[in-house]
């Protein structure tokens, strides 16, 4: 790893209040993204890649809800953005990464141990098929997912009754937060917030949108795999 991002992983340790060796195991995860076959992203230079992956995962951790979580999941996992950065930062939160495709599977269980993470597990399944923990997740992660009603239908099921959903997004979109807004009458789920980040210098239009799960999600969700993408809620 280039010596400018060590230099930024260090600098990102102290502005989020890290234990020491959390630093290395995020450098762990840079060696993977830039060297294994199976990573599943572009962006493999590591000092794009400690702002476009690192940076921008741990912008969570100003949500008290995200700190202090005791179960996480994320959400289609692929190469293990926001899930492992997270889970390296928050010791004490069972993380499990839901992700469908076997490769991308692989690549997670190996950067896992690579990273030395003791509280992160891998579910190679759909969302839609995954068996929920018994009592339900505090917290689901979504990034780069899908339409945001689809990502309110796979993460509603899986949530516990006051957990919350955590959705990267851009720019904000009005017609698709009104449709989100609707979709989330049906879920149980109410938004909270949107809050507005910047992660790393000249960063634009990063936004974590907020959801809480106020009431149980109806006995006919999660519908069968593919259906949420098929006919999306609201």
Request: proline residues 6%; neutral net charge; charged residues 25%.
């Amino acid at each position: 790893m280039r010596e400018d991002a060590a230099r930024r992983l260090d600098e990102l340790v102290r502005e989020h209040g890290l234990d020491g060796d959390v630093a290395a195991k995020l450098a762990a995860l840079l060696d993977a993204l830039a060297t294994h076959p199976l990573a599943a992203t572009a962006v493999r230079d590591s000092v794009r890649a400690v702002d476009v992956h690192i940076a921008d995962s741990l912008a969570a951790l100003s949500l008290a809800g995200v700190r202090h979580a005791r179960s996480v999941v994320d959400i289609g996992s692929g190469a293990g953005i926001p899930g492992l950065p997270l889970a390296a930062a928050i010791r004490g939160a069972r993380t499990i990464l839901v992700e469908s495709h076997f490769h991308k599977c692989t690549f997670l269980e190996a950067t896992a141990r690579r990273m030395g993470l003791e509280n992160v597990e891998v579910a190679c399944a759909r969302v839609e098929e995954w068996e929920v923990p018994e009592g339900g997740i505090d917290v689901a992660l979504a990034r780069a997912v899908g339409p945001q009603p689809v990502v309110l239908e796979y993460a509603a099921p899986l949530l516990r009754e006051g957990g919350l959903l955590v959705d990267w997004r851009g720019v904000r979109l009005a017609d698709e937060e009104a449709s989100s807004s609707r979709a989330g009458l049906e879920l149980g789920l109410e938004p909270r917030e949107i809050r507005s980040v910047e992660p790393f210098s000249g960063a634009r239009d990063h936004h974590l949108h907020v959801f809480e799960k106020v009431r149980p999600t109806p006995n006919r969700f999660p519908r069968r795999a593919g259906a949420a993408r098929k006919r999306p809620l609201g």
